[in-house]
């Protein structure tokens, strides 16, 4: 009988985990299908993952299981084709599993010509940069920017030309961002941190500041 009323017990609250999850994840559509409206976007519920080719390359989307892409909305910022969605996946296993979500921007630019770099607060998932091979990349003009981010990519010399003092100011002075850039592509988010629907519009205008920045130094080269 005892372990009868466990097993109802342990479903019971199985169930109610998974009613409450199903709720939030609809709130959560709905005001993001809201948030797109009001910025003139277009929607998407879902879509496969990663939501378009090319995104398989970096890090973020090369990471863990489980990979889902969601709450898509698609658009354009200053000269730059431009997706903001939430993006989660899973690493490791059992009670050692652990769900990363964030809300991702996405930026598209062919004039963007940017060197292949990933670009994190310091001690945020070092390990992934160190498996392939990364020096950070430390700038003696500026250790309070050293000191907060761990900054790697395969070529050295082109990303110091474009991170410039510009950069490394903006960076130095809003913590807390990763980035990862490749020619044509910026990609901006808070490791582990979903954007509230009605932030949305701030959260476009900040990442939109960062590839402005990418943008304006690599054509000075």
Request: hydrophobic share 40%; no cysteine.
């Amino acid at each position: 009988m005892d372990i009868l009323i466990f097993i109802l017990t342990a479903a019971g609250v199985l169930v109610a985990v998974i009613l409450i999850s199903r709720h939030f994840d609809a709130r959560r559509r709905e005001g993001m299908r809201e948030a797109a409206l009001r910025v003139g976007y277009r929607y998407a519920e879902k879509t496969e993952s990663p939501y378009t080719p090319g995104l398989e390359g970096f890090a973020l989307f090369s990471s863990g299981r489980s990979r889902k892409t969601a709450n898509v909305m698609q658009g354009t910022a200053e000269t730059a084709d431009l997706a903001v969605f939430d993006y989660r996946y899973v690493t490791g296993g059992g009670k050692n599993s652990h769900t990363y979500s964030q809300t991702v921007a996405h930026f598209r630019d062919r004039q963007l010509a940017l060197p292949e770099f990933t670009l994190r607060p310091e001690g945020l998932l070092a390990k992934i940069g160190a498996a392939f091979g990364y020096q950070d990349i430390d700038f003696s003009s500026q250790p309070e920017f050293s000191a907060k981010y761990l900054l790697r990519g395969p070529n050295e010399e082109a990303i110091r030309r474009v991170f410039d003092l510009s950069v490394l100011f903006h960076f130095d002075h809003n913590p807390g961002w990763s980035v990862e850039g490749r020619s044509g592509q910026l990609v901006v988010y808070r490791h582990g941190k979903k954007v509230a629907p009605e932030r949305i519009p701030e959260f476009i205008e900040q990442t939109t500041a960062i590839y402005r920045l990418f943008r304006e130094s690599s054509m000075k080269f």
